[in-house]
C-alpha cells in the first residue's frame, strides 16, 4: 500500500518524505554562560513545553569546585541531562560529586538519570516524597507535550535527602559554601542555593522572570509572597531564576512579588464578582506585564488551579475575603 502510495506521487514523493530523511537529529545544543567564576547557567527558551523546544524551558546551572562539580537541576529528560554531563565534561575533567533538585517539577529533575551513576542526587525530603507519588504521572504528561525528545527518560529519584543539619548549616564542597532554603511556595517544597563565594542564589522556581510564573502546586499564594521576603533578604548579588534571564541584585524577586500580588487580588476579586472560570481567564493582565512571556497562557492555567480555592473563600467569608483584598491594595 505504502509502495503504491509512493509510485504513484512519482518524483513528489521525495518532498513527502523530506521531513523525515532531513530531520536533524534532537539536540538541544545547551550553551554554558559564565555568570561567575566557576559558575555557569544554562538558560532555557521563555516557552511552554513543545515538541520544537523539547522541553528546555527550565534553568539549570553547575558549579566548579577543586573538588568536583555541583549540579543544580538536571533539565527535563535523559537526553538532557546527558547534554548537560558533556558541557560540564568541556569545562572540567573534575567529575559530578553533588546533583541538587530544587523541587519536583518534571522539566527539573528528569535529566537525574544521566548522572545516577556519577553522583549522589540529593533533595528535600518532601521533594523525595512528591517525586515518588507524582513523578511517574508528570513524566508522562511530559511525553505527551514533547514527545521523542524524552526516549530513555525515567524517573530517577533523589538518593539523599537534606536533613536539618545541612539546612541550617549549609554544605560546603571544594572550599565552597552553599547556604540551603527550604522553602515551599511554589511546589510544596521548593529548595533554594545560595553559592556564598559569587552571591549567586538559585532560587528554582520561587522566583521567574520575564515569563509567567506556574502554580500547579503552590500551597498558597500568600506563602509564596512571604517566602519572597525572605529570599530578597539573603546576601546575594545576582539571581538565577527558575526560568528566564539571570537577574541582578533582587529585580527578579521584585517582578514575581508584583506579578504574585497582581493574580492574587484579580483571582479574590472575580470570585467576589462572580465570574466563571472562563470569564476570570479572560480578565484584562496589566500593560506593565506586557514583556513578561505566557502571561495569558499561565493566567488561564493558573485560574484552572486555583480559582476553586478563592470562590469557596468568597463564599464561606465574603466580608473578611474583602477585608484582605482591600488591605492587600493599601499594601
Ligand atoms: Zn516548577
Redo the contacts with the bound molecule.
Keep these: 500500500m505504502r509502495l503504491t502510495v509512493l509510485l504513484w506521487l512519482g518524483p513528489l514523493w521525495s518532498l513527502v518524505l523530506s521531513p523525515w530523511l532531513h530531520a536533524s537529529p534532537l539536540d538541544y545544543a545547551l550553551t554554558p554562560i559564565a555568570i561567575a567564576d566557576n559558575v555557569w547557567l544554562l538558560e532555557g527558551k521563555q516557552e511552554a513545553f513543545s515538541r520544537l523546544n523539547g522541553g528546555n524551558i527550565v534553568n539549570t546551572g553547575f558549579i566548579l569546585t577543586p573538588a568536583g562539580v555541583v549540579v543544580i537541576d538536571t533539565g527535563p529528560s535523559v537526553r538532557y541531562g546527558k547534554a548537560m554531563r558533556k558541557v560540564i565534561a568541556s569545562l572540567t575533567d573534575k567529575p559530578v560529586v553533588l546533583v541538587l533538585n530544587t ?1 519536583h ?1 518534571p ?2 529533575v528528569l535529566g537525574n538519570l544521566a548522572f545516577a551513576e556519577e553522583a549522589p542526587i540529593a533533595a528535600l525530603p518532601a521533594t523525595l516524597q512528591q517525586l515518588e507519588q507524582e513523578g511517574d504521572a508528570v513524566a508522562e504528561t511530559l511525553y505527551t507535550l514533547v514527545g521523542d525528545w524524552m526516549r530513555d527518560t525515567q524517573v530517577q529519584l533523589p538518593n539523599q535527602t537534606l536533613g536539618p543539619d545541612s539546612l541550617n548549616t549549609g554544605i560546603e564542597i571544594g572550599g565552597q559554601r552553599l547556604r540551603l532554603l527550604a522553602l515551599r511556595g ?2 510544596g517544597a521548593d529548595l533554594a542555593i545560595l553559592h556564598e563565594p559569587s552571591g549567586t542564589l538559585f532560587a ?2 520561587l522566583v521567574f522572570h520575564q515569563r509567567a510564573l ?1 502554580t ?2 503552590t500551597p498558597g499564594l500568600a506563602l509564596w509572597q512571604q517566602e519572597l521576603g525572605l529570599l530578597a533578604r539573603q546576601p546575594f548579588n545576582q539571581l538565577v531564576p ?1 526560568h528566564g534571564p539571570l537577574s541582578q541584585g533582587t529585580a527578579a524577586i521584585e517582578q514575581t512579588q508584583a506579578y504574585l500580588g497582581w493574580l492574587d487580588q484579580l483571582l479574590q476579586q472575580a470570585a467576589q464578582a462572580g465570574l466563571s472560570m472562563t470569564e476570570a481567564m479572560q480578565l484584562p493582565i496589566p500593560a506593565h506585564f506586557n514583556g513578561i512571556a505566557l502571561s495569558r497562557y499561565e493566567l488561564q492555567r493558573s485560574v484552572a488551579h486555583l480559582y476553586n480555592q478563592y470562590e469557596q473563600q468568597a463564599f464561606a467569608e465574603p466580608s473578611s475575603t474583602s477585608a484582605q483584598a482591600s488591605s492587600t491594595t493599601k499594601e
Design positions: 523541587h517539577h522539566d527539573h511554589h511546589s528554582g522556581d506556574t500547579p502546586h527558575g
